[in-house]
């Protein structure tokens, strides 16, 4: 007989609790513990019939031979980049995204450009709808196989006797498993479905690609344990009213997550944008005074930030310094220095800053950037629109040296600017970037970069 037992979860963070308590311990969320039902069973195999068992022994480090892992091409440059190389057989991989941003249209593309067996799993859509979706795209996989299905231990039948190269399951929110009473989408069942894919796909040497649905908060719904359980997690981000998708690495255990794929959403999929310079440029109004771009990082995530900044005669006695986004005491610092050590009487203007797009940095490599907007603003003269700036600014005027320089110098690189502005101190350990590095270490050395 199997046991029947409910446990408490909190669904922000996925710790478990043995009773209700108003405020889980470990996130300080409230009001997030939801009660769940967990019927348990001894045998929890993602075959049915008896697993194979396996014995590892403990080896030496030096004992241990290193096999280059194998990989599968996607046939898609960007998603390869972006994952370092093909698929790794028998990695996990997780797609993270916003409902409607296209997570279903870029698998499924993929799924069709492939050159292997790939068994699409959803549960989502029907056949039809996906085959509706699919005579839009190109690529014509014969290959691959679509199955709507929300059962796991369906779905491993249909492995066993398909057996795919690749799965695809749209969505992990949808997916439930016998051994768990809990509806779909709640945090037992989408840990347990997790736990047997990832058994899976560890005991047949099988790509698995999960498909999961982003929270507002812009976390993976579900628990945080989702993120560490598998290889890669992926995000799939961009404006749902513009048609540029990013997809980034948040995380990846066989490659870095410095690269970053550039998609565009047109009515046949997604098109690579293999040359990203076309977004900024095309976005851009040609010479504006007061904006410079900053190779910014938020979080682990590089990011190009517009910063924009006014300058103009005070009408009243004291002059106004306002900020939109950045830190207004590191606003008035920075005016300081630049009155202090490059001599531009600023004492009598008013300051406004602004960071393009709503966002609030805390990222201090911004600050060259906001120094540069304002001098460019002050002088009426624009920045060229191919430069930007990665680096802080310190009392004394010395321009600072900033963390993960590589990673801001790839992605500037990427989104097509063919200059970057930074400290001298920055240590760059790979030289060869196509980009044009430009090393300033005081204020006063930026000015006649610019101008
Ligand atoms: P979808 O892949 O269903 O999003 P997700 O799985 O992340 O929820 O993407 C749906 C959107 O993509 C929809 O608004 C229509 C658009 N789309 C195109 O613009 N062109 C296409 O060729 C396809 C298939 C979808
Ligand atoms: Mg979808």
Redesign the pocket.
Known sequence: MAKTKTTFFCQNCGTQYPKWVGKCNSCNEWNTIVEEIIQKDEKRNWKQTGSTKRTVKALKIQEISISTEERIPTNNNELNRVLGGGLVKGSVILLG??????????L??IALLMENKVLYVSG??SQSQIKL?GE??DGNNQDCLILTETKTQNIFKSIESILPDVVVI??IQTLHTDYIEASPGSISQIRETAAELIKFAKETNTPVIL?GHITKEGAIAGPKILEHMVDVVLQ?EGD?NH?YRILRAQKNRFGSTAELGIYE??????REVSNPSEILISEKDSDLTGTAISASLEGMRPLLIEVQALVSTAVYGTPQRSSTGYNIKRLNMLLAVLEKRAGFRLGAKDVFLNIAGGLKVEDPAIDLAVVSAILSSNEEESIPQNVCFAAEVGLSGEIRAVNRIEQRIIEAEKLGFEKIVLSKFNKIANKNYQIEIIRVSKIEEVVSVLF
């Open positions: 995204g916003e409902p409607g941003i296209g997570k279903s249209t870029l499924l593309q989502e859509e979706r839009r795209l749209d969505s498909i799939f749902r048609t959403m047109l009515n046949t999929g997604l």
